[in-house]
Nanobody, 117 residues
Framework: QVQLQESGPGLVKPSQTLSLTCTVS?????????WTWIRQPPGKGLEWIGY???????YYSPSLKSRTSISRDTSKNQFTLQLSSVTPEDTAVYYC??????????WGQGTQVTVSS
């Protein structure tokens, strides 16, 4: 059974870089699926950030592309998110998940990231 777990700082200062890691257990990130980052700002809907494919190809949301970097460490079975030049509008619960055929499952529990000085 595949499980995902997000980790990273819960508080980031404006203009700094947000860094999160998703650790995957029960399956390899190199043997299929799109490994995805999604966020949900307070009071708003889900926002897709981007994914890294099992092949290593990466795709970003056009609205966040200039500030986003997704990478992976296959030796640790982890993939990471970096979002630069953050503002309070980047405050959200950040999720990692797995996508196949348009279905997102499973999800990590989510991690709250607050951007504040």
């Amino acid at each position: 059974q595949v499980q995902l777990q997000e980790s990273g700082p819960g508080l980031v200062k404006p203009s700094q870089t947000l860094s999160l890691t998703c650790t995957v257990s029960g399956g390899s990130i190199t043997t299929g699926y799109f490994w995805t980052w999604i966020r949900q700002p307070p009071g708003k809907g889900l926002e897709w950030i981007g994914y890294i494919r099992y092949s290593g190809n990466i795709y970003y949301s056009p609205s966040l592309k200039s500030r986003t970097s997704i990478s992976r460490d296959t030796s640790k079975n982890q993939f990471t998110l970096q979002l630069s030049s953050v503002t309070p509008e980047d405050t959200a619960v950040y999720y990692c998940t797995r996508e196949v055929g348009g279905i997102l499952d499973p999800w990590g529990q989510g991690t709250q990231v607050t951007v504040s000085s």
